[in-house]
């Protein structure tokens, strides 16, 4: 398996309406840095999508946006190439990446304090239905990894873990926590 394409969503405490406006200034400043990582190339704005996926900065390396469909709003990481290693170190890696930008954005001065992280709570997603289809033999195969990743991250046994069971969906995770109490928590353990 050559995993590239995970999804790391860091969920936020969210009013009824979500403001999704307040990340255009801080996107639009972000796409002029030509030296990030990411590789910005671009920002999209679909704001106007009920429970979409809200603002979006578009890298070469991934993609981050404010994304407000279910299971709720949160900041997510969508990485798309540069993932060596084994598995583990792949899934930990997108963790690390998605930390490090909700950290950064979070810092903005323009980021709304209504949207507060829950750094207890977390979805992981495999964006790749023909190498990780949502089947037996991918949690097989990946299972371990993942769990391998977020005993690194939360401690072994101190999160729950609830697999996406619609084979129609994405294979992927909600995970949670009720140890991890700060982002600076997570971090240490990366």
């Known amino acids: 398996m050559n995993l590239q394409r995970i999804n790391v969503k860091l969920f936020v ?7 999704v406006d307040s990340f255009l200034p801080i996107f639009a400043r972000w796409r002029k840095d030509q030296s990030h990582p990411s590789g910005w190339v671009d920002m999209a704005d679909y704001a106007h999508v009920t429970r979409g996926p809200g603002i979006m900065m578009i890298g070469q390396q991934g993609n981050l946006s404010l994304d407000c469909t279910d299971p709720g709003p949160g900041i997510l990481y969508a990485n798309k190439k540069d993932l ?18 909700a950290r950064t954005l979070i810092d903005e001065s323009g980021y709304p304090d209504a949207l507060a992280p829950r750094p207890g709570v977390w ?16 949690d097989q195969a990946l299972r371990p990894a993942v769990d391998a990743a977020l005993d690194r991250m939360f401690g072994q046994g101190d999160y729950t873990v609830v697999p996406e069971k619609d084979s129609l969906r994405r294979y992927g995770f909600l995970i949670q926590s009720d140890k991890i109490v700060s982002l600076d928590a997570i971090s240490s353990n990366l």
């Open 13 to 19: 405490d969210s009013p009824d309406v979500v403001p």
């Open 84 to 101: 060596d290693g084994d598995d583990r170190t792949r899934i930990l890696d997108s963790f690390r990446r998605a930390l490090a930008l």
């Open 123 to 138: 979805q992981l997603t495999f964006n790749d239905r023909l190498e990780t289809p949502n089947n037996e033999q991918t």
